[in-house]
């Protein structure tokens, strides 16, 4: 997770929207097809809207990428041109830092220290069934591949 290149940026999330879409396409495929029954299916100007609001969700994600494949704000004095062209990219990806970052901390202290409210309660189900997922507060790397016994570790000897 976020070991390579710039940091995720969530370009989707949940919406009433994106159900209502997803559920009026499980009612349509649900109906039969054919038969006597002729079952009109109009679309709205909320579906032609939100369908439009992807397309440009998904041109700015591809615009992003070419700009993270350009430019590296990690790089000596590209953070400051950055910051210069196109501020939203900079700011967007600290946002999403300090999201992910808050994720792995409230899940670290529910684990340690209990559920004491029902919003701890709701987040750890959704955590748990798998609902959502993020980041961990914990080394990526096993430490024992890194681990070198010293001269009188009863590990050398294992």
């Known amino acids: 997770y976020n070991m390579g290149g710039a940091p995720p940026v969530k370009y989707t999330i949940p919406s009433a929207q994106k159900e209502r879409l997803v559920a009026r396409q499980a009612v349509r495929e ?92 709701h987040f750890k189900y959704l955590v748990d069934q798998g609902k959502i997922s993020g980041p961990t507060l914990q080394r990526s790397t096993n430490l024992n591949a890194e681990y070198t016994p010293g001269m009188l570790s009863p590990f050398r000897f294992l």
Do not use: C
């Not at 939100?50 to 440009?56: E, H, N, R, S, V």
């Not at 830092?97 to 029902?118: K, P, Q, V, Y």
């Open 30 to 121: 649900a109906t039969p097809v054919g038969g006597a029954t002729l079952r009109t299916d109009p679309i709205t100007d909320e579906e032609v809207t939100y369908l439009q609001d992807m397309k440009a969700l998904a041109e700015k994600a591809d615009f992003d990428n070419y700009v993270t494949r350009l430019l590296d704000p990690r790089q000596p004095g590209q953070l400051r041109i950055l910051m210069d062209l196109y501020p939203q990219y900079v700011h967007e990806r600290i946002q999403q830092s300090h999201t992910d970052h808050e994720f792995a901390l409230r899940n670290d202290l529910i684990d340690m220290w209990g559920i004491n409210t029902f919003d701890d309660l």
